[in-house]
């Protein structure tokens, strides 16, 4: 059985789709670009701030669900510019230790949603 879970912090979901979706002990979330929900406005300002709103979207999500970055078992990210791995990356690690990191890809696309310049997803246990 699945159980829906959205969060008000972060952006309302833009199709057919819910921000995250509890199986088990599994919470799949949907992948997160860089649209401030506070604001209504999406931050264009840089690769750093980019990344930085996608992963307080995602947090946001966790913290619906009662979990946090140290739940995270998967990740991936979608770049339009693999010359911004470095940048995207330095921001991520910031957010998990190296002993619990998740298993993750990095994968370049030739375009994401509304233009944005990175999107991520998760897979998250309790």
Known sequence: MKKIINSDKAPAPIGPYNHSVMVGDLLFISGQIPFNQATETLVTTGIEDETKQVLFNLEAI???SNMTFENVVKATIFLTDMN???KVNEIYGS?????TAPARECIQVVKLPRGV???ISMIASK
């Open 117 to 119: 310049n990175v999107e």
């Open 62 to 64: 966790l913290a619906a």
């Open 95 to 99: 957010y998990f230790t190296a002993a």
């Open 84 to 86: 911004d791995f470095s």
